[in-house]
């Protein structure tokens, strides 16, 4: 197995990540996908990258593996999945602590299972349909106004051009959580991380069958009427419509998944 050279904190800051249609075969993008995350897991499981340490850029990476851009970006969100590394906009993506006996982990070779992908979205459609309930019932002025941050900041990347919207997305979901009183569900959504988003298990390729600005506006719209439920303090509209939300993303992620596979 190649290894990859560590990156210090020195290196020059990495660019913000936009999606880039690719033109390789979804089979052929997930093996290489796997080998980057396999690669990368040895290297943090050796020690030779470190909790703290940054690892090597875009790049870099590309360089070494003989792989394309979105091969390595497909295996940081898995990475980032599980908990194993974190990216801070502008400056890199960081090896994590191991995490602890308390926090639920998500292996990153196990989210590429389609099984396991539509089991988190059945999960989370009962639970964040009852947190937008209990959202709708409890939240305050300042819990809307962190929801209505979020979701401004989607809408801006959209009006750009710019798909870079996940972190926005992620944010939406857990101010309703917060809103919820309840910090189990906070708590829940916090742990799992990006494994939330369907998003992150789609690999380019397959996204890249579907119109990408288009199903992001789709989002969007699915999230103001979960907003404006919540806004009216109307519990049954709120849960709803964060069900509906769900089983939208459910089929959406079933029908990119079955484009990739006929084209494949």
Do not use: C, W
Request: proline residues 3%; charged residues 25%.
């Amino acid at each position: 197995m190649m290894a990859i050279p560590s990156v210090t904190r020195r290196d020059s800051h990495a660019q913000r990540a936009h999606f880039q249609p690719n033109n390789q075969p979804a089979t052929e993008m997930s093996s290489l996908t796997e080998k980057v995350v396999a690669t990368l897991s040895d290297e943090i499981r050796r020690g030779a990258l470190r909790p703290g340490d940054r690892i090597p850029t875009e790049v870099a990476m590309m360089k070494q593996l003989s792989v394309s851009r979105s091969v390595v970006r497909e295996a940081i969100s898995r990475l980032q999945a599980a908990k194993v590394v974190e990216t801070r906009h502008g400056i890199g993506t960081f090896v994590l602590e191991p995490a602890t006996e308390k926090t639920m982990q998500l292996p990153a070779a196990d989210l590429s299972s389609m099984l396991d992908v539509m089991a988190i979205i059945e999960f989370r459609i009962d639970v964040e349909a009852a947190s937008a309930a209990l959202a709708a019932a409890r939240r305050t002025d300042q819990n809307l106004k962190q929801m209505r941050a979020a979701l401004e900041r989607f809408e801006s990347e959209l009006e750009r051009g710019s798909t870079d919207t996940l972190a926005h997305d992620i944010e939406f979901h857990l101010q309703i959580a917060r809103a919820s009183g309840n910090r189990y569900f906070f708590d829940v959504l916090s742990q799992l991380g990006r494994a939330v988003s369907p998003r992150t298990r789609l690999g380019s390729a397959e996204i890249a069958e579907l119109d990408h600005i288009e199903h992001l506006r789709n989002v969007l719209s699915e999230h103001q009427m979960i907003y404006r439920a919540i806004e009216r303090q109307d519990p049954d509209d709120a849960r709803a419509a964060m069900r509906m939300h769900l089983s939208n993303s459910r089929e959406r992620l079933r029908r990119a998944h079955e484009l990739s596979q006929a084209s494949g």
